[in-house]
């Protein structure tokens, strides 16, 4: 099988269709899954023990040495802009702040000593890609993906219970550091949003087993990227529709460009270099085409995007 992962319809409005990729879609199959972009990069993978999804580890993994990443729990710290309301506070950017290499160290040094003191080390993976080692006994809450919460209020998605105040306490006092850095005050200077607050996602240690598509799997995403080379997937960024596996076209917004490959994709269906081609989309419609539709002769060509 070859999967697109594809953004929300909305985007693809207007755009007109070649007549073979319209006739096909019109005698696809089509279900409904749960929508949003989180749900939609989790639908390829089975991760054992069920229910968790420890990004943080599997990231780390995909750069270090297993037996580097083994003995270890792992969190992701990243830097965020959390904008103050009257009552509340909502989590506006994330991964997009724009931050540099000398940003990320000079606003990580503050922090490194705050985590340590609790026995965490804390580093910058890359400029906005911040994470936390704990030892492996520490007990982790469960932490919000911050895709869940982007343009929310952030209070509701902080962590409760026993295990969550050490965490909400390094969140506040984090808050305060950066509030006060001289990056974040050469950054309002030049009218650039602050990064003032971490977000915490992605804990765990790394799982049992990972189950993903087969096949090569073109991403730019390391989220993405990690859990598919944890299944044994190959992985670049490089495109190919002719053969199974996955490409994250989620940030594509020409219809132009899924066309092309969806007729390149159909083609190579139709000599047998896979059974099943399926479009994902992001609000969780999924579309599923196969060599035995061309059967269906009596269905109507697909009309477009609303």
Known sequence: MLTLLLPARRYFAGQGL???????LGRAATSDAEPGE?????RP???????????????????RHESDVQPFQWLRADPVWLQPDLTTARLMAWGNL????????????PLKPLFGDFGYVFEAREAEAWSVQC?????LPSFPHPLAALGDDAFPYLPEGPDARRWRS??????????????????????????????FWGEGGLPDQIEGPEGHVAT????????AQ??????????????????????????????DLLALAMASMGQGAFAQLRLDFADGHRVSLERNQRWRFWKPAFKGFA
Do not use: C
Request: aromatic letters at 4%; hydrophobic letters at 45%.
């Open 135 to 139: 030892p492996r006994e520490t007990r």
């Open 38 to 42: 989180l749900a939609q990069m989790r």
């Open 45 to 63: 993978f089975r991760v054992r023990p069920a229910g968790q999804w420890p990004s943080a580890a599997l990231i780390e993994r995909s750069t």
């Open 170 to 199: 390094l969140m506040g006092e984090a808050q305060v550091l950066m509030h006060q850095h001289p990056v974040n005050a050469e950054r309002a200077r030049r009218g650039l949003p602050p990064a003032n607050s971490l977000w």
């Open 18 to 24: 070649s007549p073979a990729v319209a006739k096909a």
């Open 230 to 259: 944890a299944a044994g997937a190959a992985v670049s960024d490089r495109i190919d529709a002719t053969k199974p596996g996955l490409i994250d076209l989620r940030a594509e917004r020409r219809w132009a460009v899924i066309d």
């Open 98 to 109: 724009g931050l540099t290499a000398e940003d990320a160290e000079a606003l990580v040094a």
């Open 220 to 227: 730019a995403d390391p989220e993405l990227a990690a859990y």
